[in-house]
């Protein structure tokens, strides 16, 4: 794994890091398989131990408060967070309504501008064409790559 600016957050940062991405991939009321593999990959990503990971697990069906969250976190970590939310809401292959409303809200309190959240908004979406890509190379394509890839 590369670094990241995940690595620099507090312990208690990291745990509500791991809280806002949960709301948000719960916001849509119907928690996939990419979303729970994703939230797993990114509590191994901010080092949250097993006995911590036990006690959110269950938080994945639940609604969180996610202002109360948001206010645990650092201006820098709240960034992240939307980010990583962004990657979250997305990878199940779209956003949905509420993902999106739930993205706005972490934005606002980040004090994110419409144009940075516009290039985030981008970012992912190249992410997930460098990553088409990489299988198309080798040939192991999944479901959709075939319309990432025709939009290059």
């Not at 191994?44 to 645990?72: D, F, H, S």
Request: hydrophobic fraction near 45%; aromatic fraction near 4%; charge should be negative.
């Amino acid at each position: 794994m590369l670094p990241d600016a995940v690595d620099l957050l507090d312990e208690r940062s990291r745990e509500a890091y791991i809280g806002v991405l949960i709301h948000v991939a719960a916001a849509d009321g119907d928690l996939v398989r990419e979303e729970s593999a994703a939230i797993e990959a990114a509590m191994g990503r901010a080092m949250i131990r097993p006995k911590q990971r036990e006690q959110l697990r269950p938080k994945l069906v639940e609604k969180t408060e996610l202002k109360k969250l948001l206010k645990q976190l650092s201006d820098e970590a709240c960034r992240v967070v939307l980010r990583d939310s962004m990657i979250i809401a997305a990878v199940d292959g779209d956003y949905h309504e509420s993902e999106l409303k739930v993205i706005h809200e972490i934005a606002k309190a980040s004090s994110v501008s419409q144009d940075e959240l516009k290039s985030l908004f981008n970012w992912v979406e190249d992410g997930w064409r460098w990553m088409a890509h990489g299988r198309s190379i080798l040939g192991v394509n999944l479901a959709g790559d075939e319309n990432l890839l025709s939009d290059s």
